[in-house]
């Protein structure tokens, strides 16, 4: 239907980048980019009014988002036709447009595009041997400035070659070496920084991301000293173990998992270095708390825990109640005691969640004044609960008289 739509008002229509890359590696993609030779403003605006979509507009740099009415979403870009550049060589110019789009983009598995106008659709377009490179399984920039243009590909290319089980090219692993050299990496923004650990850490294989990281002497750009120690490969495994058990108890509870990778790799550094690095990255208030704790707060934890005969389960909620679920899954990745993660595992599989049946409402009926002796009573209720003293509201409501 785009391809008839584009037909209609004349302009040449192309699908390029990361779905045409994973359609022919057969992994599921749902952004769907089109480049359009011509008008790009119009025919967004003209397939959303086709698909009673939304479009939202950005006249500045040529492109649009249209919404469909199902959520999927396809962001538009304009490759200015310049039919006046070569006035007898008609063809080829026509088509070094959408060949300069291509050429801006990271790697060469991201150049593709496929065309979509009726009569040439699904034919590949391929520049600069992306097809080659896919079935080689290899990530090879365009030209050689590509990384000190943007060092932020640099992340990318880890993050592709990991996903995909793909080498970086000869040239591609040298390129990214001489930008280390140059330090180009440490004068990234705390926020470009940030945004790409973010994602690197939040491939599947973080520890693989990792491992090249450390091989491409690319970890030093958090701080010169970290590095992938025998003693951080063995507690990455044991996070990723954790996490696992994590996300098979709650698989709808969201986790920012690649945190936990960030306190693994924080925590083979000195207390000095940590301050370091927090100040080189961007972390909300919640996270940056979260990462601490994970990192500083394990010995006052690790050692109420670890006490024999076990504390209570009420004393192992007031140990760690506050915690962040990141927190709590390094601490259960960080901890060798089989004792103690027995109690991080019950308080979050069941105590953190746990509450007494009685409500401050029910309080009130039972003809108790309102005022701060209602938390005293509901927290002593609580702590009832974990210790088993009180097993339902019949047992809450007899305590409380
Ligand atoms: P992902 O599955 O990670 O989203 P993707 O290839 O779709 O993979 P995006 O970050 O969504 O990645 O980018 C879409 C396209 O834009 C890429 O295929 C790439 O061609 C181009 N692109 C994105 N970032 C850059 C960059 N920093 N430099 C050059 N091209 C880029």
Redesign the pocket.
Known sequence: EAGELADRLEVKLYVV??IV?DLLLGID?L?L?LVVEGNGLAFAKALARAQRGQVKVHERFGTARVTLADGFKVDVATARAEYYEYPTALPTVEQGSVKKDLY???FTI?TLAVRLNRRQFGELIDFFGGERDLKGRTIRVLHSLSFVE?P??VF?AIRFAVRFDFVLSRETRALIQGVVKMDLLRRLSKHRLTDELQLVLSEREPGKAIALMDELEVLACLHPDLELTPRLRTLLKATEEALDWYRLLFLDRPMESWLVYLMAMLQVLPDQAVGEVLKRIELSARQEAAVRAGRFGGHRIFRELGRRPAVSPAAVYRALSGTSDETLVFLMAKSKSEHVRRQLSAYVTTYQRMRPALKGDDLKRMGLKPGPLYRRILSKLLEARLNGVVNNEEDERALVR
């Open positions: 980048g990361g890359r993609n952004d980019d801006r983009r990271d991201n943007d932020t590909r990318r």
